[in-house]
């Protein structure tokens, strides 16, 4: 199903070169499912026009707070009911400045001021000069002292043909934002430390023992744990995949790195998911040199060194985070993932079959713990991720607050 099937969604546009940025964001709201209806002051006209978003919703586009197609002439009060959201993007110094007043002289300052108890996001698009200016950042503190929502802006090259802070961020990242905004906050004021993907272990200088783990399902986790309202550090191997936002990533190779990251930041961490595929054992005799065959040469001989457990060491610490780890099995699921969980000395393990989920874009969960397994429905490997946050809140002690984790630049 769709991120956004069955929300409304009050798209609104201010004056700025970001408009074209809009466009795109509306067919992107849709492709998910949601209903949108945009309105748009008259400064957002001189950069694109009704006719474009008119042709693009399927829906009639407001501007005039007095519009006759409203029998009321009460558009901003009609455009606001039964709506789920308010997104304004891009959102420009004026209209930041205005809704932390309270003016209300057109038709999406009005309606914003008139919304009630509907949320309000808004997405910043400026002049650098104009965002660091500090009756600017005032203006975006008490917004969101007062609870609107600000997604951005981004840093980077600017129409003005300056760079710095102030850019709108992409339709994607917004969309993303908006997705995370309505999941619920299971994991809210929790500091959640995951591993992700799998290790690299030095033969020489360019040859490695790996594994086929794409790095999917930890990287869904990190950015279901994110929307579910957490402080999130992922500490991953080597993959092609974008770091979630909000997350801040911490880049490993082998398993003895991503031991030691794991071990630097678990007494910060209230939950430890340790789903990355981690190396059982490492090269205890790598070359220095590239390895060299020949027609009488000898295959090289490997000699292994047992890795350290990362989710046993964590389980272990006196004081540790709540720990959950996972089982890839190739046959006897059940056996092998109940007798992981009671080796590691944790609460719940998660298991799955590696030939059916790694490299896959879904894949199909069976939670066990001391009741036996619990199976969950085959899922998009997100869908999946946040199924397995809603059970895993479910799971979770109550815990005094810890010191605060590094997060990620927003």
């Known amino acids: 199903m769709p991120d956004l ?108 001021v008139a919304r009630g108890a509907v949320p309000l996001i808004a997405a910043p698009a400026m002049n650098h000069e104009m965002w660091v200016h500090p009756a600017t950042q005032r203006n975006a503190r ?31 990242q917004i969309l993303r934002a908006l997705v995370a905004f309505f999941q619920p906050k299971h994991l809210a004021g929790r500091q959640v430390l995951i591993t992700a993907g799998p ?13 086929r783990s794409s790095g999917r399902m930890g990287y869904a986790l990190a950015r279901a744990c994110a929307e579910a309202g957490a402080r999130v550090i992922l500490v991953s191997g080597p993959v092609s995949l974008p770091c979630p936002d909000g997350v801040l990533r911490i880049e490993v190779d082998s398993a003895r790195r991503m031991h030691a990251e794991v071990m630097r930041h678990a007494a910060a961490a209230d939950l430890f998911l340790a789903v990355a595929a981690v190396a059982d054992w490492g090269v ?25 457990d990362i989710l046993a060491a964590v389980a272990a610490l006196p ?66 991720a946040r199924l397995l946050v809603h059970e895993i809140s479910r799971r979770l002690p109550a815990t005094a607050a810890r010191p605060d984790a590094p997060s990620a630049a927003t």
């Not at 046959?331 to 989920?357: M, P, S, T, W």
């Open 142 to 172: 008490q917004l969101q002292a007062d609870g609107v929502h600000l997604i951005g802006p981004a840093e980077g090259w600017q129409a003005c043909g300056e760079t710095g802070s102030g850019r709108m961020m992409e339709p994607d």
């Open 319 to 384: 004081d540790g985070p709540w720990c959950l780890g996972f089982a890839a099995e190739t046959e006897h699921l059940h056996e092998h993932a109940q007798a992981k969980r009671l080796r590691k000395g944790i609460e719940v393990i998660v298991g799955n079959l590696a030939q059916d989920a790694m490299g896959a874009q879904d894949t199909e969960l069976v939670l066990f713990d001391a009741h036996g397994a619990h199976p969950l429905p085959r899922l998009e490997k997100l869908q999946a």
């Open 199 to 211: 290790t690299s272990e030095t033969i020489d200088p360019v040859r490695v023992l790996t594994n």
């Open 5 to 112: 099937a069955g929300k409304r969604i009050v798209l609104g546009l201010t004056g700025g070169i970001a408009c074209y940025k809009s466009a795109e964001l509306l067919r992107r709201l849709q492709d998910e499912g949601a209903t949108v209806d945009v309105v748009m002051t008259e400064a957002a006209t001189r950069f694109i026009t009704e006719a474009t978003f008119q042709a693009l919703s399927g829906r009639p586009v407001w501007v005039d707070a007095w519009d006759a197609r409203m029998a009321n002439r009460m558009a901003h009060i009609n455009l606001t009911r039964g709506v789920d959201a308010i997104l304004v993007a891009p959102a420009s110094t004026d209209f930041l400045a205005r809704i932390t007043h309270g003016l209300a002289d057109d038709l999406l300052t009005t309606l914003c």
């Open 284 to 308: 205890a005799n790598p070359s220095a040199q590239k390895m060299k065959k020949s027609a009488d040469s000898a295959p090289p001989q490997l000699q292994f060194v047992q890795n350290p």
